[in-house]
């Protein structure tokens, strides 16, 4: 639930107080340069996760960030040093953190406290942080970074409110601010209510009809003055609720460092939430020779400056391909896409009454402007596609798009009067037309996700980088990484063993067939069963050698990844052991021979049938692409994907599955 609908949920919840909540001005300061540490990241260099993929949808995520105090600013760098001077309660309040270095270290503590990253509320793991020494470092609690949330939300809230017209006029907001005490008090409580208490409202709760013969008393007028404000500055407040969602949701990792270092690197383990996918993969088959598909999601600052992910498998299993997409470009392609539309507009009216020379310079400065930033958009996603190994086909898939980034980039002219002039704006692609339709395509093809390859995995070790782009300004509050990787066993257990086995078993029941009807083709052989042979013998083999021989297969634990590999292998040795024990329980139910010999053949061609499906299974596993994955950009998938290296897939009618979808706090792309 978003954190403004909460926090309106706690106004019709908490009692009223009265009298005003404990909120420490300070802790304000202090909240708000935590929050947008937290938010901006711009104090971390890297970032890198180490997710070691331990089983079937079982998995551990290392977080390690390279941290450097001396890209804090000033007022973060102030705020981390003031709450430790709080911690300690040992200054006077009006003492200067500037004054006296060793004198400042000693009252100090030598300690500065510092945001690192942020994890959601529903995880319950205990998160600890060690250095680089492997030594855990101190960190606050939730209950302590929750009420300087909550103190620096209220100062946020009524500054916002007190810059707004009405508050310097008398108005509810005027009342609000200044003169009714208990709708503000009320919202203090509701706000360290819901930032302070571990659970949180996930839904809307039910309200009780009015009691008959009661009217609205003081309680209800103070509690609707407060959903009144948020409600009438709603559009005032648009900023402040995305800080609210955050600090509703995510719980901040606050830790003490040594001021003297610049450079920690800092490591915690993130909690990972595993999404359900049982319900999709019923009824699935697997090829022996197939992949291990596995899907992770996270979602990271949009200051962030570098992202590394790490994956690990465990012994026998090799990454084969491994990618990732991200929407870092979203804000630029939002706002290029209203700019062309725009410039469509301007051209259609230049062309239709020109405007004279000055009209055109200023078109023309526009369509440079603008049409330079869809070049640059498009020539990173074909440079990142050369890198995965295919081409964009953006003649057929971005026509428009391709036609005004070649007038950009070519250096074409256009002559006039025998003299060629560099002008977009008279370039015979730049049209109106062509300008709406790029707008309509970079959205449409999703040419605001990038993409990043890991082409040449070291066997059961992988990479991906993301980098932010130094040109990129536009930044949203985060970005949406999706990350997939496949997993190929590489153990040496071959399905030769397979094969040698479903023989071996029915070599035996053949065998066992052709002595008790004294012919080499018991299935046309006339004539009872030899009476010679004992019954309990040959139930004796066919129970215990077929068992017996499938200890000696050394398949992988069924939780394991090398175990959902070989899940068809496995499947074919069970249809294998189960023919066997239907024709021994036949032998031992009936000595008919009509019986004897259908049970016969059901154990030699249920195993051949089965042997034939994981063999043709086999044989289709790498011929098939990945085409429809959520996590690659429409403008992957698209386009001449079809070229792409191949990447085995198993199918489900016509949709790929994945095996195992993880993600960490907050992320929700790709679900």
Same mark, same amino acid.
Not at 69 to 96: C, F, H, I, T
Not at 263 to 283: A, I, K, M, N, W
Not at 508 to 515: E, N
Not at 588 to 593: E, G, H
């Given at each position: 639930?978003?954190?403004?609908?909460?926090?309106?949920?706690?106004?019709?919840?908490?009692?009223?107080?009265?009298?005003?909540?404990?909120?420490?001005?300070?802790?304000?300061?202090?909240?708000?340069?935590?929050?947008?540490?937290?938010?901006?990241?711009?104090?971390?260099?890297?970032?890198?996760?180490?997710?070691?993929?331990?089983?079937?949808?079982?998995?551990?995520?290392?977080?390690?960030?390279?941290?450097?105090?001396?890209?804090?600013?000033?007022?973060?760098?102030?705020?981390?040093?003031?709450?430790?001077?709080?911690?300690?309660?040992?200054?006077?309040?009006?003492?200067?953190?500037?004054?006296?270095?060793?004198?400042?270290?000693?009252?100090?503590?030598?300690?500065?406290?510092?945001?690192?990253?942020?994890?959601?509320?529903?995880?319950?793991?205990?998160?600890?942080?060690?250095?680089?020494?492997?030594?855990?470092?101190?960190?606050?609690?939730?209950?302590?970074?929750?009420?300087?949330?909550?103190?620096?939300?209220?100062?946020?809230?009524?500054?916002?409110?007190?810059?707004?017209?009405?508050?310097?006029?008398?108005?509810?907001?005027?009342?609000?601010?200044?003169?009714?005490?208990?709708?503000?008090?009320?919202?203090?409580?509701?706000?360290?209510?819901? #930032?302070?208490?571990?659970?949180? $409202?996930?839904?809307?709760?039910?309200?009780?009809?009015?009691?008959?013969?009661?009217?609205?008393?003081?309680?209800?007028? /103070?509690?609707?003055?407060?959903?009144?404000?948020?409600?009438?500055?709603?559009?005032?407040?648009?900023?402040?609720?995305?800080?609210?969602?955050?600090?509703?949701?995510?719980?901040?990792?606050?830790?003490?460092?040594?001021?003297?270092?610049?450079?920690?690197?800092?490591?915690?383990?993130?909690?990972?939430?595993?999404?359900?996918?049982?319900?999709?993969?019923?009824?699935?088959?697997?090829?022996?020779?197939?992949?291990?598909?596995?899907?992770?999601?996270?979602?990271?600052?949009?200051?962030?400056? &570098?992202?590394? #992910?790490?994956?690990?498998?465990?012994?026998?299993?090799?990454?084969?391909?491994?990618?990732?997409?991200?929407?870092?470009?979203?804000?630029?392609?939002?706002?290029?896409?209203?700019?062309?539309?725009?410039?469509?507009?301007?051209?259609?009216?230049?062309?239709?009454?020109?405007?004279?020379?000055?009209?055109?310079?200023?078109?023309?400065?526009?369509?440079?402007?603008?049409?330079?930033?869809?070049?640059?958009?498009?020539?990173?996603?074909?440079?990142?596609?050369?890198?995965?190994?295919?081409?964009?086909?953006?003649?057929?898939?971005?026509?428009?798009?391709?036609?005004?980034?070649?007038?950009?980039?070519?250096?074409?002219?256009?002559?006039?009067?025998?003299?060629?002039?560099?002008?977009?704006?008279?370039?015979?692609?730049?049209?109106?037309?062509?300008?709406?339709?790029?707008?309509?395509?970079?959205?449409?093809?999703?040419?605001?996700?990038?993409? @990043?390859?890991? @082409?040449?995995?070291?066997?059961?070790?992988?990479?991906?980088?993301?980098?932010?782009?130094?040109?990129?300004?536009?930044?949203?509050?985060?970005?949406?990484?999706?990350?997939?990787?496949? #997993?190929?066993?590489?153990?040496?257990?071959?399905?030769?063993?397979?094969?040698?086995?479903?023989?071996?078993?029915?070599?035996?029941? /053949?065998?066992?067939?052709?002595?008790?009807?004294?012919?080499?083709?018991?299935?046309? &052989?006339?004539?009872?069963?030899?009476?010679?042979?004992?019954?309990?013998?040959?139930?004796?083999?066919?129970?215990?050698?077929?068992?017996?021989?499938?200890?000696?297969?050394? #398949?992988?634990?069924?939780?394991?990844?090398?175990?959902?590999?070989?899940?068809?292998?496995?499947?074919?040795?069970?249809?294998?052991?189960?023919?066997?024990?239907?024709?021994?329980?036949?032998?031992?139910?009936?000595?008919?021979?009509?019986?004897?010999?259908?049970?016969?053949?059901?154990?030699?061609?249920?195993?051949?049938? &089965?042997? /034939?499906?994981?063999?043709?299974?086999?044989?289709?596993?790498?011929?098939?692409?990945?085409?429809?994955?959520?996590?690659?950009?429409?403008?992957?998938?698209?386009?001449?994907?079809?070229?792409?290296?191949?990447? $085995?897939?198993?199918?489900?009618?016509?949709?790929?599955?994945?095996?195992?979808?993880?993600?960490?706090?907050?992320?929700?792309?790709?679900?």
């Amino acid at each position: 639930m978003k954190g403004i609908t909460s926090l309106r949920e706690a106004i019709l919840s908490v009692p009223i107080p009265g009298a005003p909540p404990r909120l420490s001005q300070d802790g304000a300061a202090v909240g708000l340069a935590f929050l947008d540490t937290a938010i901006r990241q711009n104090h971390v260099r890297r970032l890198t996760q180490r997710l070691a993929l331990i089983e079937h949808r079982a998995a551990r995520c290392v977080t390690e960030v390279d941290v450097s105090l001396s890209l804090l600013d000033d007022n973060q760098r102030e705020a981390g040093l003031l709450y430790q001077r709080l911690r300690n309660r040992g200054e006077r309040p009006g003492r200067d953190l500037n004054a006296g270095g060793g004198d400042q270290q000693a009252n100090l503590g030598g300690m500065i406290w510092v945001p690192v990253s942020k994890v959601s509320r529903r995880s319950l793991s205990p998160i600890d942080v060690v250095n680089a020494e492997g030594v855990k470092l101190p960190r606050l609690t939730q209950y302590e970074t929750s009420r300087l949330m909550a103190s620096a939300l209220y100062r946020l809230l009524r500054a916002i409110l007190s810059t707004h017209p009405d508050a310097r006029q008398r108005s509810k907001l005027n009342d609000f601010l200044f003169r009714v005490d208990k709708p503000r008090w009320l919202v203090q409580a509701a706000l360290v209510t819901l #930032l302070a208490e571990r659970s949180k $409202p996930t839904v809307q709760l039910h309200r009780r009809e009015p009691t008959r013969n009661t009217v609205a008393g003081e309680g209800a007028r /103070y509690r609707q003055d407060a959903l009144d404000v948020l409600a009438n500055y709603e559009g005032s407040l648009h900023e402040y609720q995305t800080l609210l969602d955050i600090a509703v949701n995510d719980y901040l990792i606050v830790v003490a460092l040594d001021p003297v270092r610049d450079e920690h690197l800092l490591s915690f383990d993130s909690p990972l939430h595993v999404v359900d996918t049982t319900g999709s993969q019923r009824g699935r088959k697997r090829s022996s020779e197939g992949a291990y598909w596995v899907k992770y999601s996270t979602n990271l600052p949009a200051g962030l400056r &570098a992202y590394h #992910l790490v994956a690990e498998t465990e012994p026998g299993i090799e990454i084969e391909r491994m990618y990732l997409a991200s929407d870092a470009d979203r804000t630029i392609v939002t706002s290029l896409k209203a700019d062309l539309v725009v410039l469509a507009d301007r051209v259609a009216d230049e062309r239709r009454a020109p405007t004279g020379h000055c009209g055109q310079k200023i078109l023309e400065l526009e369509l440079q402007t603008g049409l330079r930033r869809l070049s640059e958009l498009i020539r990173r996603r074909r440079w990142e596609a050369s890198h995965a190994e295919f081409e964009i086909a953006d003649r057929e898939l971005l026509p428009a798009t391709s036609d005004l980034a070649w007038a950009t980039s070519s250096g074409e002219a256009v002559p006039e009067n025998g003299v060629p002039r560099s002008s977009l704006a008279k370039h015979p692609l730049v049209t109106p037309e062509s300008l709406a339709q790029a707008a309509n395509e970079i959205e449409e093809t999703q040419l605001f996700r990038d993409l @990043n390859v890991e @082409n040449d995995p070291a066997r059961a070790r992988a990479h991906v980088y993301w980098r932010r782009d130094p040109s990129r300004i536009e930044v949203d509050n985060s970005i949406s990484i999706s990350t997939s990787m496949f #997993l190929t066993d590489t153990s040496g257990s071959s399905p030769g063993s397979i094969r040698a086995y479903v023989v071996s078993v029915i070599a035996i029941s /053949y065998l066992l067939g052709c002595l008790m009807f004294g012919s080499l083709f018991p299935f046309t &052989a006339d004539g009872p069963i030899q009476s010679s042979l004992e019954p309990d013998a040959i139930i004796a083999v066919l129970l215990l050698v077929p068992g017996f021989l499938y200890t000696r297969l050394n #398949l992988p634990a069924r939780q394991s990844i090398a175990g959902q590999l070989r899940k068809l292998p496995r499947q074919v040795a069970h249809v294998s052991i189960f023919s066997s024990a239907l024709l021994a329980a036949t032998i031992a139910a009936s000595n008919n021979p009509i019986y004897i010999r259908l049970a016969l053949a059901v154990g030699v061609v249920a195993p051949l049938a &089965a042997l /034939y499906l994981m063999t043709r299974l086999s044989s289709k596993a790498r011929t098939e692409l990945i085409v429809d994955d959520e996590t690659l950009p429409a403008w992957v998938r698209s386009s001449s994907a079809a070229d792409w290296r191949a990447m $085995p897939q198993r199918r489900m009618g016509r949709t790929a599955i994945p095996d195992a979808v993880f993600r960490t706090s907050g992320a929700t792309h790709g679900e």
